[in-house]
C-alpha cells in the first residue's frame, strides 16, 4: 500500500501547497516526536538540521513546535549536509534526526527527511505507522505543561561534521599540492566543503557558496554538471566536485572536463577496495544502473544486485546482504564502512584519498564503457497515468522491441511530478525508437 505523506525520499512539495505548509510540520513533529520517545531516557532529544532555502525560516519553528510540543528537547544545528545530521544524530545519542531540505529540487519546494537514534532513515513499516500518528487526533498526543521540551541552537554542528568525517582517514591524510574545482549548489555544504577541503591543504575553487534562499540548484550543482566542467579548464584543475543542495549526493569532474557519474564512482570504490581487501560481499545498485556497470563487475568477480531507486533502498539490500558498498547513477553513494546514508563529501575524500598520489582522474576513474542510455523525465499532473491501458501497452511493446539488446524502464519519480522513461542499447536507433513509442502515449 502507497505511503500518504512519505515518498521514495522522505516528504516533499512545493511551499505552502499539500504537506509542506506550517501547520503539517507541526504535526509531523508531534507524531514522530511521539513515535520516537524512549521512555528509558531521562531527556528526550531531536536533532534538526536544514538546507538553505528561505522555506526552511517557516518550516523549522513549526517542526520544532510540533516537537517540545510533544515533550522533546530541540537542538537546531543550522544549514548542515544531509549525513552530517545522520551522524550527529548518532553522535548525540538523540531520539531521532529531521533534515528539511527538498533535496536536489528547485527553490520553491521542501520538505524532510527522518532518521532513528542509529542514523539510519526510516523503513516503509516505520514510515506507516508516524503516518498513522500524524492523522491522530493532535490533543491526544500534546505533552503535560510541565513536560513541555526546550530548543537551543547548536553553533558548531559544521566543525563537529567536519571532525567525524577527519576521524576516517589516517592523521598524516593530506590534499597539497591538488587544486579541485567545489560547486556546492547554493546549499547545505556551502561551508562545511570548501573548509574541510582547505583544512586538508588543497586549493580550492568554490563556486555555489552564495546562498540567497532562491538560488539552491539553480543552475549549478549535481543536476547541473556544465559549471563544473567549464571551471575545470579556467583553473586548470585536477578535479571537479558537484553536490546537490543537501550534499547527500555528488557528480565529479576529471582534469579534461569530463564528467564522471555515480556508476562510474561506484565502479572505481569497488575495484580499489576490493584490491585493498575492504570490500563485502559485493556492490548494490538500483534499477537505473547502467548496464556496462553489471558488465563489469561480472568481469571483475564483484557481485552485483539492484534495488529500487532511493539510497534507503540501496542502504537495506546492503544490510541484508552484508555489503558495505553501494549507490544510485545521480551520485547517492553509501559507503557502508563510514556512513549510514549517501554522504557527498565523505565520498569526495574517499576518492580523493585514492587520487592524492598524483594520479589522473581521467585514468583513475575511466573503469567500464557504459551502455548507451537514453532518459526521458515528462512533467505530468498526476503519476498514475502510467497505469493507463494503452501506456502500458505502448511500455511492452517497446520492452519486446528491444529485448535481446537492451532494456527499458519507465517509473514514477519519487521526488517529484514526473514519469522517468530510461533505455539501454548498443543499437542507438532502437533505443531512440523504443523509448519515443512510450514518450508519445504519455505526452
Not at 511521539?34 to 538540521?49: E, G, P, S, W
Not at 552484508?322 to 544510485?328: A, H, I, Q, T
Given at each position: 500500500?502507497?505511503?500518504?505523506?512519505?515518498?521514495?525520499?522522505?516528504i516533499?512539495?512545493?511551499?505552502?501547497?499539500?504537506?509542506?505548509?506550517?501547520?503539517?510540520?507541526?504535526?509531523?513533529?508531534?507524531?514522530s516526536?511521539?513515535?520516537?520517545?524512549?521512555?528509558?531516557?531521562?531527556?528526550?532529544?531531536?536533532?534538526?538540521?536544514?538546507?538553505?532555502?528561505?522555506?526552511?525560516?517557516?518550516l523549522?519553528?513549526?517542526?520544532?513546535?510540533?516537537?517540545?510540543?510533544?515533550?522533546?528537547?530541540?537542538?537546531?544545528?543550522?544549514?548542515?549536509?544531509?549525513?552530517?545530521?545522520?551522524?550527529?544524530?548518532?553522535?548525540?545519542?538523540a531520539?531521532?534526526?529531521i533534515?528539511?531540505?527538498?533535496?536536489h529540487?528547485?527553490y520553491?519546494?521542501?520538505?524532510?527527511?527522518?532518521?532513528?537514534?542509529?542514523?539510519?532513515?526510516?523503513?516503509?513499516?516505520?514510515?506507516?505507522?508516524?503516518?498513522?500518528?500524524i492523522?491522530?487526533?493532535i490533543?491526544?498526543?500534546?505533552?503535560?505543561?510541565?513536560?513541555?521540551?526546550?530548543?537551543k541552537?547548536l553553533?558548531?554542528?559544521n566543525?563537529?561534521?567536519?571532525?567525524i568525517?577527519?576521524?576516517n582517514?589516517?592523521?598524516?591524510?593530506?590534499?597539497?599540492?591538488?587544486?579541485?574545482?567545489?560547486?556546492?549548489?547554493?546549499?547545505?555544504?556551502?561551508?562545511?566543503?570548501?573548509?574541510?577541503?582547505?583544512d586538508?591543504?588543497?586549493?580550492?575553487?568554490?563556486?555555489?557558496?552564495?546562498?540567497?534562499?532562491?538560488?539552491?540548484?539553480?543552475?549549478?550543482?549535481?543536476?547541473?554538471?556544465?559549471?563544473?566542467?567549464?571551471?575545470?579548464?579556467?583553473?586548470?584543475?585536477?578535479?571537479?566536485?558537484?553536490?546537490?543542495?543537501?550534499?547527500?549526493?555528488?557528480?565529479?569532474?576529471?582534469?579534461?572536463?569530463?564528467?564522471?557519474?555515480?556508476?562510474?564512482?561506484?565502479?572505481?570504490?569497488?575495484?580499489?577496495?576490493?584490491?585493498?581487501?575492504i570490500?563485502?560481499?559485493?556492490?548494490?545498485?538500483?534499477?537505473?544502473?547502467?548496464?556496462?556497470?553489471?558488465?563489469?563487475f561480472?568481469?571483475?568477480?564483484?557481485?552485483?544486485?539492484?534495488?529500487?531507486?532511493?539510497?534507503?533502498?540501496?542502504?537495506?539490500?546492503?544490510?541484508?546482504?552484508?555489503?558495505?558498498?553501494?549507490?544510485?547513477?545521480?551520485?547517492?553513494?553509501i559507503?557502508?564502512?563510514?556512513?549510514?546514508?549517501?554522504?557527498?563529501?565523505?565520498?569526495?575524500?574517499?576518492?580523493?584519498?585514492?587520487?592524492?598520489?598524483?594520479?589522473?582522474?581521467?585514468?583513475?576513474?575511466?573503469?567500464?564503457?557504459?551502455?548507451?542510455?537514453?532518459?526521458?523525465?515528462?512533467?505530468?499532473?498526476?503519476?498514475?497515468?502510467?497505469?493507463?491501458?494503452?501506456?502500458?501497452?505502448?511500455?511492452?511493446?517497446?520492452?519486446?522491441?528491444?529485448?535481446?539488446?537492451?532494456?527499458?524502464?519507465?517509473?514514477?519519480?519519487?521526488?517529484?511530478?514526473?514519469?522517468?522513461?530510461?533505455?539501454?542499447?548498443?543499437?542507438?536507433?532502437?533505443?531512440?525508437?523504443?523509448?519515443?513509442?512510450?514518450?508519445?502515449?504519455?505526452?
Open positions: 500500500m502507497k505511503n500518504k505523506y512519505f515518498g521514495t525520499d522522505g516533499r512539495g512545493t511551499v505552502n501547497q499539500g504537506n509542506i505548509t506550517g501547520e503539517k510540520f507541526f504535526k509531523f513533529g508531534l507524531a516526536g511521539n513515535y520516537f520517545k524512549n521512555l528509558k531516557k531521562n531527556k528526550q532529544v531531536a536533532i534538526i538540521a536544514k538546507d538553505t532555502r528561505l522555506s526552511g525560516y517557516t523549522e519553528p513549526a517542526l520544532v513546535s510540533g516537537l517540545v510540543s510533544g515533550g522533546m528537547h530541540v537542538f537546531t544545528l543550522g544549514p548542515l549536509p544531509t549525513n552530517g545530521l545522520a551522524m550527529l544524530t548518532k553522535f548525540m545519542k531520539n531521532m534526526g533534515m528539511i531540505t527538498a533535496s529540487n528547485p520553491y519546494d521542501n520538505g524532510l527527511k527522518l532518521f532513528g537514534p542509529d542514523g539510519l532513515k526510516l523503513s516503509d513499516k516505520i514510515e506507516k505507522k508516524i503516518e498513522k500518528l492523522d491522530y487526533k490533543k491526544k498526543s500534546l505533552t503535560e505543561p510541565k513536560s513541555l521540551g526546550r530548543v541552537r553553533e558548531d554542528a566543525y563537529k561534521y567536519i571532525q568525517l577527519k576521524k582517514f589516517p592523521k598524516n591524510f593530506n590534499l597539497r599540492g591538488i587544486k579541485i574545482v567545489l560547486d556546492c549548489a547554493n546549499g547545505a555544504c556551502y561551508k562545511a566543503a570548501p573548509k574541510l577541503l582547505k586538508l591543504g588543497a586549493k580550492v575553487f568554490s563556486i555555489g557558496i552564495q546562498p540567497d534562499g532562491f538560488n539552491i540548484n539553480d543552475k549549478c550543482g549535481s543536476t547541473y554538471p556544465s559549471k563544473i566542467k567549464s571551471a575545470v579548464k579556467k583553473h586548470k584543475a585536477h578535479v571537479g566536485i558537484s553536490f546537490d543542495g543537501d550534499a547527500d549526493r555528488l557528480i565529479m569532474c576529471d582534469e579534461d572536463g569530463k564528467i564522471i557519474d555515480g556508476d562510474q564512482i561506484i565502479a572505481m570504490l569497488a575495484r580499489r577496495w576490493k584490491y585493498k581487501k570490500l563485502k560481499g559485493g556492490v548494490v545498485g538500483t534499477l537505473m544502473s547502467n548496464y556496462g556497470l553489471e558488465k563489469y561480472k568481469k571483475k568477480g564483484i557481485k552485483f544486485i539492484r534495488a529500487n531507486v532511493g539510497d534507503r533502498y540501496v542502504k537495506e539490500l546492503m544490510q541484508k546482504n552484508k555489503f558495505n558498498l553501494g549507490g544510485e547513477q545521480s551520485g547517492h553513494i559507503l557502508g564502512k563510514f556512513a549510514t546514508t549517501g554522504d557527498g563529501l565523505l565520498v569526495a575524500l574517499e576518492s580523493l584519498f585514492a587520487l592524492r598520489k598524483g594520479k589522473r582522474a581521467s585514468e583513475f576513474f575511466e573503469k567500464f564503457k557504459k551502455t548507451p542510455q537514453l532518459l526521458k523525465n515528462i512533467e505530468v499532473k498526476d503519476k498514475s497515468i502510467i497505469n493507463k491501458p494503452e501506456i502500458k501497452k505502448s511500455i511492452k511493446l517497446a520492452s519486446k522491441l528491444i529485448k535481446g539488446s537492451g532494456r527499458i524502464l519507465v517509473r514514477k519519480s519519487g521526488t517529484e511530478s514526473k514519469i522517468r522513461i530510461m533505455g539501454e542499447s548498443e543499437n542507438k536507433r532502437l533505443l531512440i525508437k523504443c523509448v519515443n513509442i512510450i514518450l508519445k502515449k504519455i505526452r
